[in-house]
């Protein structure tokens, strides 16, 4: 059931949807921090982080949004720097950061963090955060020293395929000590661009008459009632039959094309390769996780649902059984190995975070990966 590369179908849909303006100043900052690190031998991990968008217009107004706010990779960034690896963060623009996002979008505001200093000329991290700021504050200052962390912003489903195959094309000279970490919400659907319009759409016809000849003339009383008539039984069948089509915003959008085949088989050859698989029906995660591994042939699919996703993964790997990660807690002791119900959850943020399960035991995949490809080289 393993699909195959389609590259006619990647060379349409890259040529025909142009690329962000920095994709080529993000590939030079890639390539300098890839050929750094493969000197020292060091891995290195490509982490997307956050929602793509689909815009609807060219010049964008309204666009389409995947729920993320980026905690998953901005958080796996951090335990991925403890544990050695020098991380390249493709995320979208505004979204969560490694370090910063303790703060930038903490409940109240960044300025809470701070206070006065003793003389009243300066300004000192507040009491009570001093002691968890300077920590954090010191392992983002290690990253900046040592060049660890590379952050690369994308905004829309193209700037992300852009930005993703650019990148893992890069990592090839790794080896197997690169790792893709394809955490980032990405959209199924797009407006392709011959049906996208260049500017924003209206939602009334007062500029009508820009592109019109002549005025249409005015109907006469009888015809006009019978043109009411159809528009309000017009495409009726839904539950809104007083909205005639003509002033409803009708989004006609194509599925985006599964790359997953081609990163696997011909942009990141030899590299561990880790999806994601978000879904809300407990019923048909597990199922969904191992049909996606199967069909792309790669090396493991996390499985998270959206309510229970800080609590609870669930390792798809091939020919090991499925794998719960969870945080510990009283409230599931005895429920092993059946996802947990949302209902149940504790109150408020897990002590634990769950990338910090997640990335050791990743790791170790990652190990097992390396020593076999080494082994057959
Ligand atoms: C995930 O499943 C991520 O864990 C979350 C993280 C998006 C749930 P937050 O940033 O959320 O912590 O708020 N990412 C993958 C989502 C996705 O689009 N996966 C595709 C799919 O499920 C496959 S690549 O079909």
């Known amino acids: 059931m393993s699909s195959s590369i389609n590259t006619d179908v990647e060379d349409h849909y890259f040529s025909s949807n142009p690329p962000p303006k920095a994709l080529a100043h993000h590939e030079a900052q890639a390539r300098d921090f890839i050929s750094q690190h493969a000197a020292a031998k060091r891995r290195v991990v490509l982490i997307t982080s956050g929602g793509t968008t689909v815009p609807l217009e060219r010049n964008t107004v309204r666009f389409i949004d995947n729920f993320s706010a980026g905690t998953r990779g901005a958080t796996s960034a951090e335990y991925f720097l403890e544990s050695g690896y020098a991380v390249i963060f493709l995320h979208r623009q505004f979204s969560l950061q490694p370090y910063s996002r303790h ?14 200093d003793a003389s009243g000329t300066g300004v000192v991290a507040a009491d009570d955060h001093r002691d968890e700021l300077l920590a954090v504050l010191r392992k983002y200052r290690a990253a900046r020293t040592r060049n660890t962390l590379l952050a690369i912003p994308f905004v829309t489903i193209t700037d992300y395929l852009h930005e993703l195959r650019a990148i893992a094309r890069l990592m090839r000279p790794l080896g197997p000590r690169g790792l893709l970490y394809l955490a980032a919400a990405v959209s199924d659907f797009f407006v392709p661009p011959d049906r996208m319009p260049e500017h924003k759409i209206q939602s009334t016809d007062a500029t009508d008459f820009l592109h019109e000849q002549e005025p249409e003339p005015e109907p006469e009383p009888e015809q006009q009632q019978q043109q009411e008539e159809e528009e309000e039984t017009f495409d009726n069948f839904d539950s809104s039959p007083a909205v005639p089509r003509s002033k409803r915003l009708v989004v006609d959008l194509d599925p985006v094309p599964k790359f997953l085949k081609n990163l696997v088989d011909g942009w990141a050859p030899n590299q561990f390769i880790v999806s994601f698989k978000l879904e809300t029906d407990p019923g048909i995660l597990v199922h969904k996780a191992r049909y996606s591994l199967e ?19 669930v390792f798809v790997s091939p020919r090991r059984p499925d794998r719960w990660l969870r945080v510990p807690s009283p409230a599931w002791e005895g429920k092993e190995g059946e996802p947990l119900d949302a209902k149940d959850l504790p109150d408020g943020e897990p002590e634990v975070e769950i990338e910090s399960l997640i990335i050791p035991a990743i790791e170790q995949l990652h190990d097992e990966h390396i020593k076999s490809l080494l082994a057959r080289m």
Request: aromatic fraction near 16%; include cysteine; charged fraction near 20%.
């Open 103 to 116: 703060y930038s979008h903490a409940t109240g505001c960044f300025l809470d963090f701070l206070q006065e």
């Open 295 to 313: 069909r792309y042939q790669h090396h493991l699919v996390v499985g998270n649902l959206l309510t229970t996703r800080k609590w609870e993964v």
